[in-house]
Structures are given as C-alpha cells and as structure tokens.
C-alpha cells in the first residue's frame, strides 16, 4: 500500500473511531492514482452560467455564540504530526521530501503531512514555466532516471521590445539566460514531485483546504484546521456537515504560494513585515495552445515588454515552445498589478497581446487548450518578511522568494522549502533526543539564518533594484536601462537599496482621473471571451456552500468602489467572478454580485480591491480549477 494511502487510512480511522466518516477522502486517495502524462483534455467551450451570490458581510467563526447542540461545535476531531506544510506546491513538496530524506536517512521516526486545496496535487498550480534546476539537482540529484517531467531544454533565448506593429530584438540581460533550464509544465512537475514525496513517506492529503491556524496558549502556531464541510450558503449545517478537523503540529511550515490565505494571518499576527516593505504583486495570465507542427520549435523561449500596454505599466509577455511530442506553447502575459488605471482589464491587454503580428501567425491555425491565471510577487528582497515565528515559519512565495527580473520562483522556493526542512529537523530530532525535551514552541531562527547564508539570498539581492527602478519618471524605458545597468556591471553591489512606493491597492487613480481603454473584441479564434476561457479551466465549486470571497463591508463596493473607481473589481478579476448588476430591490441602483463558482484562486482581488474590502478565503476542499499543463 503506498503511504499515501496508508495516511489517507490513517486519517480515515481517525475519524472512524470518532464515529463519523471522512468527509474528503475520496479526494484524498484520489493523488495516488495522478499520472504526470495528462493527456490532452479538450475543454468545454460553452459559455458557463452565472449564479447569483449577493455579497455579504464577512462571517466570523463565532462558535462560543452558537446554540449548545448546534453541530458547529461538535467534538472537534485531532490529529498529530510532527510537521505540517500547508499547500503541496514546489516549495511545500521540497520540505516535505527534505524533511523525510533526511529522517530515512537517520532511521527516525518523523511525520510529515501535507495539505493541498486542490482535488488533486498540481491541478491549482499555474506558472511560465521555465524551470531552473539548480535546487532540483540538490534535491533529487537522480531526477532524471526517476522519470522528471523535465522534457524541453531551452534553446533559444529572444527578447523583445513591441510597438503595435514591430518586434524590435533587445539585448539579453544575463539574469534571463536560460541556458541548462527547461521548459516545463509546473502542474505536471509538481504531480511528480508528489510521487517522489510519497515514495519517502510522505502523507498528502488533496482536497484539504487549510482554513485556520491553529494556536497554543502561548500564541505559538499549534497547527491548522481544516474546513468545515457541509455548510451551507448562509453559513447553516447541512445533513452531511462535518467539523473541519485538527492538525496538530510541532511546526507548521506555510507553503501556499503567493498571498496565501493563511501566511496573511501569521504574517500580520506576528508582524512579520516589521523590518521589511510590503509586498508588491503582479497577475499572470496564461495559456497553452497545441499549435501547428510546422510552426512549433521546441525549446525557444520568447519575452517581450511595450504593446500592448503604455509605457508606465510594468507589464510583460512571456512565450514557450515545449512538449516537442505535443507541439504546446505556453503563452502569457504578466501586468503589475500597481497599475493605475482602474479601466485596465489584465485579461483583455493579454487577449489583445496575442493579435501582435510577431505573435498572432504562431496561433493561427492552433487550438487552446488552457487557460488561467495567478498572481505572483514582485517585491523582491525589500519585501521577504521574517521567516519564522514560534511553532511554524513561512516557505516558497508564501514569502515571497521569486526573483522577478528572471521571472523565476521555483527554483527559489524549493530551495527555502529544504532549507526550513533542514531546520525543522534540526530541532524536532534535537528534542526528542534530551536537550531540548520541552514545551517551548519551536522556532526556526536557523532557517532564517540559512536563508542568510543561501544563493536564494544572494540572488534575491543583487537584483534588488530592478523592480523599483521601473517606477522613476523614466517609466518602463528607464527601468529597463537601470535593470541591465545593475545586472550587466554593478551586479547588485550599488550601495543603495532602492524603496518600493506604494502597495498596489492604493495605485488605482479614480476612473474622474483616467481614460477608459477601448478594447477590440475577442476574434473567437485568437482572442476570447472572459467566460469561453474560464470554462477551460475547469474550475468547479461544490453549489450551496458559503462564499468564500468575503466582504468586510457590504456597502463598500457600491458606495466606494463603483462611484469612485468605476467598478474596477469586473476588470482584475481574471474568471468574471464580479458584477456590478441591476439591484431588483432598488431600482435604477446597482449591486455587486460575486459567481464564486468561477473563482480561479489567484487571490488579485486580495491584492487589488481599492478599498481592501474583500478577503480571499480557502472555499471547501477539492473545488477550484482543474489545470491542465498549465
Ligand atoms: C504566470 C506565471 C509565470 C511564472 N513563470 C515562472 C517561470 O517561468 N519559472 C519559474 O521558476 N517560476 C515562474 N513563476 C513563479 C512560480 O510559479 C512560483 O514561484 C512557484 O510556483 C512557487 O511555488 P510555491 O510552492 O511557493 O507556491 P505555489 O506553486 O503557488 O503552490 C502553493 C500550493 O498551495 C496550495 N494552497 C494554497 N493555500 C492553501 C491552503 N490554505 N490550504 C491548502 N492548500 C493551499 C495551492 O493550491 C498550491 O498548490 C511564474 C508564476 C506565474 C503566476
Ligand atoms: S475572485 Fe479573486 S481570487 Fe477568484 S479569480 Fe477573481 S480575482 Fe482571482
């Protein structure tokens, strides 16, 4: 029995024992069966209906204010492990491989859960994606015998400055040399990363959403609760609820990505931002086309900064050949989200991208097969917080390690996942070996010196520049200068350290202020509309379920957002999961209507709403989109 269903049973007995059945794990047997070789899903195409979820206020888990018999406080079932990682990305996985090559190696005991929201592991995992296998070679040093999905070498490198109608080549800055990368689909390199995690021990749990953190008396991290399941729209039980269950752990390690719903809340509990900036965020649009095989050249690698957006928009597009066998090409477009405009639609300047006429003859004749989109950080090494607090410490982008001029975090945050590992084992096995047979919380402060001494480090702050030298007067021209300034000669050793302005929320000017932008229509063929693309994402959440895309005022959208900004949430959002629609109940107004079921899980609403009004939390488990190589 692999040991994934040995967990999943595990997990199952716990349960069992407490009377009651595992709500999710038919999810969680599910990873055992995941094939790193998806075929080629051909995705509905039809347009998806709306539902109409009227926004409400956000709902504090207040269980001391329920009745005595209400289910909502039944018996809390527990588990114990020794770690628990929250998200099974390239970060969460790299820990969790770490932590058990290590504890195999010394023949101890040691158990390592992990937690992933989505049905199956890489199903929400979306990125470029040109890997560098500089912490995969530290990892797993026999990745290839072991079958890595690694199967398209870069060779070819082109950047690119557009206007509407000309490509015009720009010298390579050596940051982005792609030489020895790969280009990969993330999705399918974290299933595998999965198998190789299994294999060691690990237990993986799909479908389970982490949706609190869980603290000691001491206001140490104890560990996490997983969601609710069976509530119903309003938040009531239905027959089937069950209470979201307990981990208990000896150090929690955060691994959810970019702004993770969670990392929020330690990163403000423990105010980890106290000696660093806030983070700065861009959204990334993607996706993946089979194109004619004439056309398809595997391994080239295709960047490109100007059209379609104007020149004080930090935005950029990124294209892959890859999948020689498959003829795939990944295309996409990243825009800062501290972007000014509040007409801007992200997803539009990505869909006019593509009609580029370097761009458009590689399309034609091909068929998208995926779509998505997440954000990604842009901060840099002036916004890495503190990295660990008493019980747990933050991994991946979920801090924030993605070096932005290279457009490359996964590298970096498998690197911080095996770094923390290292350090988590360091202290479990140390008390549990004499010295240290206390009570006291864990804290990881040799992670956060071993971030210190790292190449994460290193090559976090030699780029440290670049990012802010995009927002001088010069605009993005300048930006680019300074970045091959910095990268070509002074190699991040410029005394300085530039600051980051503002957080991207309060970039919006009010639309008073701004020009509308006139966007073409989709073509159908090159170009799409929002809704035929969501549809190829897959995404699905369970009907009747509480929204998870909570307001903290109800009355902000209308009274703020829509008179002074004109509405900007139907524009970020990258699924058209917001509405400003007729309000039947008072005529000639408006009301903001949230689809939750479309929502893709890029969290840029978090990031972007004007007011900070909405708050991304983790819906029940196993819903989300469904990516395919992506
Ligand atoms: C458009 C785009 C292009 C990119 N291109 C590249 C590239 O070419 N090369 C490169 O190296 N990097 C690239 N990146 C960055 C790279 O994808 C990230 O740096 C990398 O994925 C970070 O890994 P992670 O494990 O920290 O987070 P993620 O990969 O985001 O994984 C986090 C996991 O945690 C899960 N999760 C989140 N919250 C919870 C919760 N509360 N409970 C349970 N599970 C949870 C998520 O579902 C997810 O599976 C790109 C990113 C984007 C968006
Ligand atoms: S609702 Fe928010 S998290 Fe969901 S897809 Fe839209 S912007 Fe992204």
Known sequence: MSSLLRGANRLRSTYARRGAAAPLLANATRVSTHKVSLPITT???????????????????NRESLGEDDPRLSEQFEDET???????????????IRLKQLANEADKELRVMVVEKAGEVGAHTLSGAVLEPRALNELIPDWQERGAPLNTPVT????????????????????????????????????????????????????????????????????????????????EPKDMYERGMAVKAKVTLFAEGCHGSLSKTVINKFDLRKDSQHQKYGIGLKEVWEVDPAKHEPGTVIHSIGWPTDMNTYAGSFLYHFEPEKHLVAIGYVVGLDYENPYLSPYKE?????????????????????????????GGYQSIPKLAFPGGALIGCSAGFLNLPKIKGTHTAMKSGMLAAEAAYEKIIGQGEGEAETQEPIMLDNYEDSFKKSWVHDELYAVRNCQPSFHTSLGLLGGVLYSGLTTMITKGKEPWTFKHKKTDWESLKPAAESKPIDYPKPDGVISFDLLTNVARTGTNHAENQPVHLRLRDKDVPVERNLAVFDGPENRFCPAGVYEYV??????????????????IHCKTCDIKDPSQNIDWTVPEGGGGPQYVYT
């Open 43 to 61: 995705r509905l195409t039809t347009v998806r209906c709306l539902s109409t979820t009227q926004p409400r206020s956000i709902w504090i888990p």
């Open 82 to 96: 020794d770690v628990v990682i929250v998200g099974a990305g390239p970060a969460g996985l790299s820990a969790a």
């Open 156 to 235: 070819s490198d082109n950047m690119r400055f557009l206007t509407s109608t000309m490509a015009i080549p720009l010298p390579h800055p050596p940051q982005m040399n792609n030489k020895g990368n790969y280009i990969v689909s993330l999705s399918n390199f974290v299933k595998w990363l999965g198998e190789q995690a299994e294999e060691l021990g690990v237990e993986i749990y799909p479908g389970f959403g982490g949706s609190e953190v869980r603290y000691n008396e001491d206001g140490s991290v104890a560990g996490i609760n997983l969601n609710d399941v069976g509530l119903d729209k309003n938040f």
């Open 350 to 378: 990505f869909q006019r991208f593509k009609h580029h006429p370097s761009v458009a003859p590689l399309l034609e004749g091909g068929k998208c097969i995926s779509y998505g989109a997440r954000a990604i950080n842009e």
């Open 582 to 599: 007729e309000d039947e109940a008072n005529p000639g107004q408006k009301r903001l209507q949230i689809n939750s079921q479309n929502c």
